[in-house]
């Protein structure tokens, strides 16, 4: 009785495995860690799996299928109902050919990496740099496109070091996340929180956090087909700081004869400061100049062509990437002439004391210590305010001071709007004062 209910169990076996195989269905279990609920022979079938693993912190779910004939797998959820309900809805994409409606899964390092890459090819050098080490704070050194090169980085690496009172030891909070679609807005928030008790950051930095963040999800989306969950970039929703009124330093004019000739012992300097406040370039501006951007001919006095070039086998363009012009004035051009007089033959209008390119931040230093030897602190960016606010003072339209320094009109009105002369009050009368109205104004004056 036994060998043949043994036969009938075999042959009942049989029967289940052809059954299977022709309806290309099955369920089992596999050593108590898989369960498939629906399988496909086909592989270019519409038909996923839901599949099992358990792992040290408990059960999850996995949706399988197939893309051509490679093999995926999607984290479904750690819930079955869950990860049935988003299976429905991931074979009812597929088959009416739609995007997959699950998140994708991308490690962080790859795809930091290759923003990094795009943003070099894409801005400037300065600009890249500048959200290189923003994202650096956010991630970590998690890929070598954010490590740091030099040995031992200097304090100086930090454009705004822990505050007094927080041990500078303990480690930074950046964002720690499985893949960058796990990341969502409240880990967003709560670094940009711990970062501003931490260091003390100014609102607009802190904006600068969500901006870049806001971009990197973007371009992941949008070029690197990563899906997010629901389709939406986790930084729009993280609230902006609110910022204060730009606070913006320049030179009066008694201020502008003071500073250049606290300078008068250095011809070069002299000329370089003169031409940051009267021409208001950018500092890179001016140390790229070259002897051919000075076109003397043109103009009453000449002019600045501040455009892109190639020197050295070293290309260069505008922050904005945008060539401009910007006249010389009387008063610049006597600088530029007794500098002229001067300076050497060489690769660079302006050159270091070894006649190559000066660096940035090395001329920054050699002014800041011939201007605090005679008592004055003001720098770089103090003198293009100075160039665009006596403009603004001057009467000069906010358009034209846009075109002259390379900004955005908009930039121009948030800095220098406020500096309309007091003069031009009389520009708002559109009817004159009747006689009469005048008498009576006067006698209630008096």
Not at 68 to 97: H, P, W
Request: net charge positive.
């Amino acid at each position: 009785m036994q060998e043949k209910d043994l036969r009938s169990r075999k042959s009942f076996f049989v029967w289940y495995l052809f059954a299977c195989a022709y309806t290309g269905a099955y369920t089992t279990n596999v050593k108590g860690t898989c369960r498939i609920d629906r399988f496909s022979n086909t592989k270019e079938s519409t038909v996923a799996s839901l599949i099992k693993r358990t792992w040290k912190n408990g059960p999850a779910w996995y949706i399988q299928y197939y893309m051509g004939n490679q093999q995926r797998r999607i984290r479904a959820s750690d819930n079955y109902q869950i990860a049935k309900e988003k299976l429905r809805r991931f074979e009812a994409a597929k088959a009416a050919g739609n995007d997959l409606p699950l998140p994708t899964r991308t490690p962080i390092p790859e795809i930091v990496a290759a923003y990094v890459q795009h943003i070099r090819q894409v801005k400037t050098a300065k600009s890249a740099q500048t959200d290189i080490y923003y994202l650096r704070d956010v991630f970590g050194p998690v890929c070598d496109e954010l490590k740091i090169n030099s040995r031992k980085p200097s304090i100086k690496a930090k454009k705004k070091p822990a505050k007094s009172g927080v041990d500078a030891r303990t480690k930074a909070p950046v964002i720690e996340a499985d893949g960058l679609e796990t990341i969502r807005t409240a880990d967003i928030t709560t670094f940009i929180s711990a970062q501003v008790s931490r260091r003390g950051l100014a609102p607009k930095t802190a904006n600068r956090y969500r901006e870049i963040l806001m971009r990197l999800f973007n371009w992941a989306m949008e070029q690197k087909n990563v899906r997010m969950p629901n389709d939406k970039n986790p930084a729009t929703k993280v609230e902006r700081y609110k910022e204060p009124a730009p606070t913006i330093r320049f030179l009066t004019l008694k201020q502008i004869d003071e500073q250049l000739e606290a300078l008068a012992d250095n011809v070069k300097f002299q000329a370089m400061t003169a031409t940051l406040i009267y021409a208001g370039l950018r500092r890179e501006e001016l140390l790229w100049l070259t002897p051919d951007d000075i076109d003397w001919s043109s103009g009453q006095y000449g002019l600045i062509r501040i455009r892109a070039k190639m020197v050295e086998d070293e290309f260069w363009q505008p922050k904005t990437k945008v060539n401009r012009a910007v006249p010389i004035s009387s008063r610049l051009r006597h600088y530029l002439d007794k500098w002229r007089l001067k300076r050497s033959n060489g690769e660079w209008f302006f050159p270091n004391s070894a006649d190559g390119r000066y660096d940035p931040d090395n001329f920054s230093s050699d002014l800041r210590v011939l201007n605090m030897s005679k008592g004055l602190r003001w720098a770089c960016l103090e003198y293009r305010h100075t160039f665009g606010s006596q403009l603004a003072m001057k009467g000069e339209s906010l358009y034209k001071i846009s075109k002259l320094m390379g900004n955005s009109p908009e930039i121009c009105r948030r800095h220098y709007a406020a500096l309309i002369p007091e003069e031009m009050g009389d520009a708002v009368e559109f009817r004159a004062l009747q006689p009469a109205f005048a008498g009576q104004a006067q006698v209630a004056s008096a």
